[in-house]
């Protein structure tokens, strides 16, 4: 036994008649048989023919009715021949039915050039006839002739026709419809994944800084057998930790509960550059101990004026959380030394955030690093269109771990 792909099954299927098709030319050929048995036909054949072929047209067209769906063009090119015997002969009043119903079908399941073809053809044809008949035949009745060939030519296809456009048009819209949802779905989803990246980017920045300090006067406080050492490391954890559970705090608040723009109450939600001074101060104390000292040299004010412009506040964001990060990163794994913060405002109008710490062998304790804050630097600057470069870098003065930005510095609107 030979096995049926589900293909060759599917097939199989679409070639099968539809049930109403077979419900068409089967009540159309018992019709047709009863009107020809009570005499119920249109009157003696032309041209000689027997009126046995009236049945024979009959039957050709229920053929075609079978077809109507599956086969709509073979169907019609099996219909005008068997109207044609019809009309030759006793002329059954179903069989003209059925042809209509076939035309009808061509139009509405065919190809969509032959569907406009066959209605353009309908009117060709009914033209064609009435003028033929009014030439041949001087007699009123022809226009009582071309209104019948008109209604079972020219009625049913553009019937079809107008039908045809009217699913078109709504498969259209539905595709239309999936598509702008999809792309909806697509936007949403990127939409919660950039979210999800920012909302990423922030508590690291938040929580890397505070951590880091407890980290490594917790690791002070067990390797120095100094009470006093002891007592001083206790203070930067309990002080790193209350403000580290603040800020978690905050951003936790903010998240829950947003309050609305310009509201009096709202909390802060964007740390500004004007908070470097007190960032500073906070990394003193918790560099103090390894040696490390920290110096803010601002330049963004041009020269002859007072205040800097200040910068958007996606800007501002940005620059503060490197700052940030580069201060966490120096406490970590910076030697004894200098860290320099410079803020600068270019000719452009770009805003330069630079942050150059000692690089060479750490001897005291280090917190462990997994990376991800300078993957969060590069996304923030990406994000703006800025410039963004992290490494090691050889000055006159010694070699020093550099962290540069440039972002595009748009003044706030007032």
């Not at 073979?74 to 019809?86: G, I, K, N, Q, T």
């Not at 039908?163 to 048009?169: I, P, S």
């Not at 920290?294 to 205040?307: E, N, Q």
Request: include cysteine; charged fraction near 20%; glycine fraction near 8%.
């Amino acid at each position: 036994m030979i096995a049926r792909s589900p293909t060759d099954a599917a097939t199989a299927i679409a070639r099968r008649p539809h049930r109403l098709d077979v419900l068409l030319a089967g009540g159309g050929l018992l019709g047709g048989l009863l009107l020809w048995t009570l005499g119920q036909h249109g009157g003696p054949p032309q041209l000689g023919l027997p009126p046995a072929l009236t049945l024979l047209a009959l039957a050709a067209m229920s053929l075609a009715e079978l077809m109507r769906r599956t086969a709509p063009l073979v169907a019609l090119a099996v219909a005008v021949p068997a109207l044609a015997l019809d009309v030759c002969t006793a002329n059954l009043v179903v069989t003209v039915l059925m042809f209509t119903d076939v035309v009808y079908a061509a139009v509405l399941h065919g190809p969509p050039g032959a569907a406009r073809r066959i209605s353009l053809h309908c009117v060709l044809v009914t033209v064609l006839g009435t003028g033929v008949l009014t030439a041949v035949w001087r007699n009123p009745q022809v226009v009582l002739v071309a209104i019948g060939l008109a209604l079972i030519t020219i009625a049913p296809a553009w019937t079809g026709l107008m039908l045809r456009e009217h699913r078109d048009a709504a498969e259209a819209a539905r595709l239309r419809a999936e598509r702008i949802a999809l792309l909806a779905e697509r936007d949403r989803a990127r939409a919660v994944a950039g979210e999800r990246a920012r909302m990423a980017r922030e508590l690291h920045d938040v929580v890397a800084n505070h951590l880091s300090a407890i980290a490594i006067h917790s690791t002070a406080a067990q390797s120095i057998d100094d009470p006093s050492a002891t007592r001083e490391a206790l203070g930067v954890i309990r002080e790193n930790s209350v403000q580290g559970l603040s800020e978690m705090r905050r951003l936790i608040r903010l998240l829950r509960n947003p309050a609305p723009t310009g509201a009096k109450d709202a909390p802060a939600a964007t740390p500004a550059l004007d908070g470097l001074d007190a960032l500073l101060d906070q990394a003193r104390t918790g560099g103090a101990s390894s040696g490390l000292t920290f110096v803010l040299d601002d330049a963004r004010a041009p020269h002859g004026t007072g205040a800097a412009p200040r910068p958007a506040a996606p800007v501002e964001l940005a620059a503060y959380r490197i700052v940030q990060e580069a201060l966490t990163n120096a406490l970590k794994h910076a030697a004894p030394g200098e860290v320099r913060v410079r803020l600068a405002r270019e000719h452009d109008g770009t805003l330069t955030v630079a942050v150059r710490s000692p690089f060479a062998e750490r001897p005291g304790p280090r917190a462990p690093g997994s990376g991800t804050g300078l993957i969060g630097m590069r996304e923030r600057i990406a994000l703006l269109g800025g410039a963004f470069e992290a490494g090691p870098a050889q000055q006159p003065d010694g070699r020093f771990w550099l962290v540069r930005a440039a972002l595009p510095a748009e003044e706030e609107a007032s």
